[in-house]
């Protein structure tokens, strides 16, 4: 899997919705891909209150492409178009991701292509009042099996936030709809954050 993601989630809005996709998916993305150890990219959305709420990742070899330059060292340099399109997001989390492990169809721990390309994705952003062994183990043990039979996850990823907050990132992948995952399989802890998305780029 790919060692590491900077996961960005924003709220965009709707007036302004073709203009930041077109520049989005022509622009900053392929401006993205040509730096230095950016590997693949992808972006999803789900309607919102008032637009869209957006899901963007960008794989990398290891978390230090994301950190030479930081997202705040980018920030000073961007263009007048950049800070423009940047304008149309309201609600914003940044994250960078170190990958754990991931598991395929079957829920199974197994080796999967290191770009998200899936249909339909779903992250959960949790901390576990210190209790990490006994949601790591959950996870591990019952799950994998369960996202897989009952949800229809055709892949679960597992990951850690060296920056952005939360301690825990898992990332559910679907060929159809995204199923309801946590909420009837594990109350014992505060789950935190879920955002869902379609996925709108790559076509």
Not at 39 to 54: F, I, K, M, R
Not at 65 to 82: D, G
Request: proline content about 5%; overall charge negative; hydrophobic content about 35%.
């Amino acid at each position: 899997m790919s060692n590491a993601i900077w996961m960005i989630l924003y709220d965009l809005q709707r007036e302004r919705e073709a203009d930041y996709m077109d520049w989005f998916h022509d622009i900053h993305i392929p401006e993205k891909l040509a730096r230095p150890g950016y590997t693949w990219a992808a972006h999803y959305a789900e309607e919102g209150g008032n637009g869209l709420s957006c899901i963007a990742l960008f794989g990398g070899s290891n978390t230090s492409v994301f950190l030479n330059p930081s997202p705040a060292q980018i920030k000073p340099t961007q263009t007048p178009e950049t800070r423009d399109m940047m304008g149309c997001r309201s609600n914003g989390r940044s994250l960078i991701l170190a990958g754990e492990w991931a598991s395929n169809g079957a829920g199974e721990i197994s080796d999967l292509d290191p770009a998200i390309n899936a249909k339909t994705i779903s992250v959960t952003l949790c901390d576990t009042a210190g209790n990490d062994e006994d949601f790591g183990a959950w996870l591990i043990q019952e799950h994998l099996k369960s996202a897989a039979k009952d949800d229809g996850c055709t892949s679960l990823r597992k990951y850690l936030a060296s920056v952005g907050g939360a301690k825990h990132a898992i990332i559910h992948e679907y060929a159809g709809p995204a199923g309801p995952q946590f909420e009837k399989n594990y109350a014992t802890y505060p789950i935190g954050t879920r955002q869902t998305g379609k996925r709108l780029w790559p076509l």
